[in-house]
């Protein structure tokens, strides 16, 4: 299908010029089916990726907020503390806006490669990076993720920190679609460092086209599973091609009818709370977790 990106063009134009384990429940029961296709929009790395200059993280942020507002999305943010960089003012944005922002550690660890201790330790450092901003917003649930999807890769560490978060009363935010919108934004930055919009408007397809592939591929696992289509989670990220296309991919998700939803209520299905006994280095999806604890539950042919 061709695309025309209008409104990344016009976006494109202006950087150009300016130079810038839980209880059984009955998941087939779950309300969201193909007719009914739902999906939270949550964004990592928060306030923004790989960027400093606060001009430009002011504009990307504007950029993300100008088009969630144009679809009626209300997002979820997870902040990395060492990101904030005393710009604490992005975040209440998102705030203020109506977002909903969680813990990602204040450094980034891979609980793959850390003692459990250390990575309960970020936790709390992250806490204490954004915990004044949401009293003061009042939002009363805390949520974390953990970076690169990552929940250890031995069962003493994974307990270690899936008991710290429950005793801090922590809501773990999985994914349902998880994408590499990370790597096709290192070659954005790249690109766009030589000032070729044709480059950039061709990366911009072909990083719609990954998006969408992975979503066609978490819709397959879920028919696959669960026999139906779960409230999707789509991670994504904070960063500079995420401000140019997040239009152009929302276009697209809504052309196949999803509708737009809260963290809250995407968490309301039940596939969120079902157990996860996968340890190892993956960086994996809830569905694809199913698939780890459970491979009987995949047809024959899938497996």
């Known amino acids: 299908m061709r695309r025309v990106y209008l409104i990344s063009i016009i976006s494109l134009l202006a950087v150009v010029l300016t130079g810038g384990g839980g209880s059984q429940v009955d998941l087939r029961a779950a309300p969201a089916g193909k007719e009914n296709l739902e999906m939270c929009i949550t964004f990592d790395d928060l306030p923004v990726v790989r960027v400093h200059d606060r001009i430009q993280r002011l504009m ?32 209440e944005s998102w ?3 109506g977002h909903t922002l969680g813990n990602h550690t204040f450094s980034h ?11 309960i330790n970020d936790i709390r450092k992250g806490e204490e990076a954004i915990e004044k901003i949401l009293v003061a917003a009042k ?5 974390f993720r953990y970076p690169s999807l990552h929940t250890g890769n031995t069962f003493n560490a994974k ?4 008991d710290f978060l429950e005793a801090q009363d922590y809501i773990v935010v999985p994914v349902s679609i998880d994408t590499d919108d990370f790597a096709y934004n290192l070659q ?3 690109i766009e460092q030589t000032g070729d919009s044709l480059k950039i408007i061709q990366l911009g397809n072909e990083y719609i086209d990954h998006i969408m592939e992975r979503l066609e591929a978490a819709e397959q696992l879920s028919e696959d599973l669960l026999g139906r289509q779960v409230k999707h989670i789509l991670l994504l ?23 737009y939803i809260s963290l809250d209520n995407a968490l309301t299905d039940p596939v969120y709370s079902m157990p996860d006994t996968y340890i190892g280095p993956k960086g994996l999806s809830i569905l694809e977790r199913l698939v780890k604890t459970d491979p009987d539950m995949l047809p024959a042919r899938e497996k």
Request: hydrophobic share 45%.
């Open 237 to 259: 990220h904070a960063n500079r091609i995420n401000s140019t296309f997040l239009a152009d991919l929302l276009a697209e998700f809504s052309a196949l009818g999803y509708k």
């Open 60 to 91: 990307i942020t504007d950029d993300i907020f100008y088009t969630l507002e144009e679809f009626g999305v209300i997002a979820a943010g997870f902040v990395v503390g060492d990101n904030i960089e005393g710009d604490l003012d992005i975040l």
């Open 109 to 119: 660890p891979d609980l793959s490669e850390v003692p459990a201790e250390l990575f």
């Open 188 to 190: 954005y930055e790249k």
């Open 139 to 143: 939002q009363k649930k805390r949520y």
């Open 159 to 162: 307990e270690a920190v899936a």
């Open 95 to 97: 705030l203020d806006a």
